[in-house]
């Protein structure tokens, strides 16, 4: 069994059950030893804190003090056309291209979170959504 991933967060963040998107790298953190251990996370996916360690660390980026933390993946609701929810498939996440922002589901057919072309799993299929450009689409849960 492997071990959950380990990163370094701001320290007001480190506690266990806080849930935060990683984003990225940033140039600020370019000449800093540690960053392997800051961006050895998947972009745009969500990770919940599971154990604080104590060992604490000086950070360019967040002006002060971060703190080593277990992490995992969390799944995150989205809307996918229904030919594509399998539970347990892997898809290649596309938004539909859709302008109509006053629809209900919207942000979960364009989760700020996963960019188009991103491979993810989709972990439980929920019911049918509607769709106001009228295209067949359920809510997921993708990791």
Partial sequence: MSQPPVT??????AREGHRFY???DQNVCEPCKLKDICFNLEEGSLYEITKVRVAEHECFLNEGTVVAVNVEKVPFRACVPK??????GVITFETPGCDRMDCGNWFLCNPPNIGDGRKVSVESVG??????????RVGVRLI
Avoid: H, N, P, T
């Avoid at 769709?131 to 067949?136: D, R």
């Fill in 8 to 13: 370094l967060v701001g320290k007001g963040q």
């Fill in 22 to 24: 990683f984003m990225g």
């Fill in 83 to 88: 030919r594509l929810a399998m539970a347990g």
């Fill in 127 to 136: 019911d049918g959504l509607e769709c106001l450009i009228g295209e067949s």
